[in-house]
């Protein structure tokens, strides 16, 4: 059986708070923290339904980017999907990470720059970071209300930085 736990932050959550809620109620538990707008479809079901011995994330996080999930003119649904290795959505880890991750991470998540100061402060961490997006979907649900392409940069992540490559591979 799989369970899934949600938790609602009625502001944008750092993830250093959302580390820091999880990861000792949910000690060695896979987890996922992704933005509001974000769900996913049954390719999720690969991690839920292989061996948990074979599912090794000791040391290393998946970090999302997302498939959009649109409407067309003939109001069928479908996915497109912008490659982009500067945005992931979705974080996919095992607890408990590194307490150099929570001291680095103070910075709310999906704010401007975090996707990829996140994954620096991953990497620097000792964590292999991977955008396996082929093999798990993490989609945004449609985009129409979103006001323009361009972000508010207020309360923007600083640090350094690190892109996310794309992976065609699903491993653990």
């Not at 750092?14 to 707008?37: G, P």
């Not at 994330?57 to 997302?66: C, E, I, Q, S």
């Not at 649109?70 to 408990?96: M, N, V, Y």
Request: proline share 5%; hydrophobic share 45%.
């Amino acid at each position: 059986m799989v369970r899934l736990y949600v938790f609602f932050f009625f502001s944008s959550p750092s993830f250093y708070l959302f580390k820091s809620h999880c990861s000792f109620r949910f000690l060695f538990v896979l987890l996922s923290v992704a933005n509001a707008d974000i769900f996913f479809d049954n390719s999720l079901v690969r991690l839920c339904k292989s061996p948990p011995a074979l599912v090794n994330l000791t040391n290393k996080v998946f970090a999302l980017g997302t498939w959009a999930e649109k409407t067309f003119p003939d109001d069928k649904i479908g996915l497109s999907l912008t490659l982009r290795t500067d945005s992931q959505d979705a974080w996919i880890f095992r607890p408990p990470l590194s307490p150099l991750v929570s001291s680095y991470s103070d910075f709310n998540l999906g704010a401007v720059r975090a996707d990829n100061v996140l994954a620096a402060i991953l990497a620097a961490s000792g964590y292999e970071v991977s955008n396996p997006m082929f093999g798990i979907h993490a989609i945004e649900s449609d985009r129409r209300h979103r006001q323009g392409n361009l972000y508010d940069v207020g309360g923007a992540a600083f640090g350094p930085v690190s892109n996310v490559l794309l992976s065609d591979k699903l491993t653990f």
